[in-house]
C-alpha cells in the first residue's frame, strides 16, 4: 500500500475559480492521481478538471423512488385487499386507482430520502474532523477562497516536489497540511 | 460558454434592465454581508418588539389549543351542517402559501432563473413554517389529537388498517411528505451556508452549533460533485410534488359530492391558487425584510417586479377558475350548482364572495402598471390584500357549499366563535415568531448561491 505519512498533503490557495481549475489541470497533468480541491461554491468544470466520474447520487435516487413506489402501492393491496378487505357494495377490493396518490407521494418520499441519505453517505457526512481543518487559512473555504491539496497518499507525493508545483501554478499560503 | 444563436432570458441586455445582484459585489463581500446580519449585527430593538408582539399572538394560540384539548370542539363556531368550518379554512390557505417557496426554490432553479436565487432561502423558511401551521388545524380538528397516529398504517392490536381510498388518507401522505421533502430541501441549501457560519463565528457556543449543523462540509470538489446533483434531483422531485400536494388538498372536496366542490377543476385551480397566495406572501416578507436589513442590493426592483408579474399570472388562473365554476353551472344546468351560484352572488354569506372578488381579482390588474410594480408600498399592501383574498376564497368554498346543501332542512349557519379567531390568529403569530427565529439565527440568504451568481456575472461582464 501507500506509505504513511504524518503529513495529509501539500495545500494551496487561490483567489479565484479560473486560477483554481487552471491549477488542478496542471497538477493532474503532472501526474498526480490523489488531488482534491475545495472551493466555496461549486465550481463549474472542476468535477472534469479533477477528472471525476459520474456519481451514484442519481442511481440511489432511483432506487429509493422504485422501492417507496412499488413498496408503497404493494402494500395498500396487502391492506385493501388481504389485511383488511371490506366489501362495499361489491366493488372491487384491489380499486388501484384510489392507490394512485399515495403512491405517488411514497415514491417522491422515498426518492428524496434516498437522494439526501445517499448524498451525505456517499460523502462520508457528518465528518467532524478533518486534517485540511488543520490548515488556519481553511476558513476561507467557505466564504472567499479557493484551496488544491495534492494528498500524502498520491504514489507520486513529496513535500518539496508537491510544494514547487504548486508555485509554478501561482498557489499562495502554500502549506503543509497535517494529520493531527 | 454561452448557447450560440439563441437569446437567453437572463442576457447581459435583460439582466441590466432588471438585475438580480447590486453592482461591484465580490464573494467576500457577499459572504459579509449576509453572515453579519446572523453574527455580528446587534440584535435590534425593533426585533424584540416584533418578537414579542409575535410570540404573545403564539402563547395565544397555546391557550385556545389547550382549551380545545379540555373542551373539545364545541368552543368552535361548527356544528352539523358545518362540521369543517375555520379549522379547514385555516389548512387550506397555510397550505396554500406553502407552495410558493418550493416553486421558487425547486421550479425557478429547473428553469434557470437566476433571480430565484436571493429569495429561495426564505422563500423555503416560509414554506415549512406554513406547513407547521397548516399541520397544526387538521390535527386539532380529529378533536382528539392524541388519536392522531390512527392515521397512519402501523400494526395494530385491533388489526385495523387505515382506508387508502379516503382522500382525507392521501392527504396525511401528501402533506407528510410534503413537509419532510421541503425539509430535507431546505436544509440541504443550508448546509454550506452552516459551514460558512461555522468558520466565521467568534463566539464558541455558536461556532459548535453551526459546526455541528453544517456536519464537517468543508467545500470538496468531490462533495459538491454529489451535492450538486442530489440538489438537482430534489429540485426535479419537488416539482411534481408541490403541484400533488394542493391537487390532493382539492380532493379532500372535489371526490365528496357536495354542490360547488365536485368539479374536475379543482385541482388546477387549488394549485394556481396556492402559488398566488404563496406569491402575495413572500412579497409581504421580503418587502420589510430587504428594508430593515438593507439588503435592496440583493433582493432587487427585478425581483419585486418578478414575483409581481407571477401574482399577475397566478391570479388570472385563478380568476379563469371562478369564471368556470359559473359557467360549469350554466351549462351543465345542474339545479344545485345553479343554486350554489346564486347563494354566492345573493346568499347570506355573499359579501364574503364579493370581497373575494374584490381582493383575488380586480385589485391585482393594477399589476399591469410598471409603475404599481415598481411602488414598493403599494406592492406591500396588494400582498396583504391578497393573501385576505385567498383565505376569503378557502371560506367561501368551505362555509358557502356546507350551509346550502341539497336540502332545504340540511341548511344551516356558521359564524367563527372567539376560540376559532384565536386559534388562527395564533397560528400567524407562530408564523411571524418562526420567521422573526430564522432572520436572526440563519443566513435569510443562500450565501453560496449568491456567490456562484457573482461568478456568474462577473465572468458574464469580461
Redesign the interface.
Known sequence: MQHRSHLYGVMGEFGNAQELIHAVEKIRVAGYRYVNAYSPFPVEGLSEALGLKRNMVPMICLLGGLTGGLGGFLFQYWVAAIAYPQNIAGRPLNSWPAFIPVTFELTILGASLAAVLGMLALNKLPQPHHPVFNVPRFTHASSDRFFVCIESKDPKFQVTECARLLEEVHAHHITEVPHD | MSAAGQPPPDSPEVRRLTPVIGPGY???SV??KISAIVLTRPTSFGWFVGFTIAFSLMGMMTIAIGWLVIKGTGIWGINIPIGWGFAIVNFVWWIGIGHAGTLISAILFLLNQKWRTSINRFAEAMTLFAVACAGIFPLIHTGRPWMAFYMF?YPSTM???????S?L??DV??VS?YG??SL??WF?GLI?DL??L???SIQKSAKIIY??LA????????????????YL??AG??T??VL?VHT?VS?DFAIAIVPGWHTTIFPPYFVAGAIYSGFAMVLTIAIPLRKVYALEDFITMGHLDNMAKVMLATGLIVAYGYFFEFFMAQYSGNKFDLFLVEQRLHGPYSPFYWALILCNILTPQLLWFYKIRHNVAVLFIMSIVVNIGMWLERFVIVVISLTRDFVPSAWGRYTPTFWDWATFIGTIGMFVTLIFLFVRVLPAISI??M??LV?ETSEEDK
Request: aromatic share 16%; net charge positive.
Open positions: 465580490t464573494y467576500g459572504t459579509d398504517p388489526g385495523l388498517w387505515p382506508q387508502f381510498r382522500p388518507i392521501w401522505f401528501a411528505t419532510t421533502v430535507m430541501f440541504v454550506p459551514a460558512t461555522r468558520d466565521r459546526g455541528l456536519m464537517g462540509w468543508r467545500g470538496s470538489a468531490r462533495h459538491w460533485h454529489r451535492y450538486q446533483s442530489a434531483l430534489l422531485l419537488a411534481p410534488l400533488s390532493v380532493f453560496a448561491e456567490r456562484e461568478a
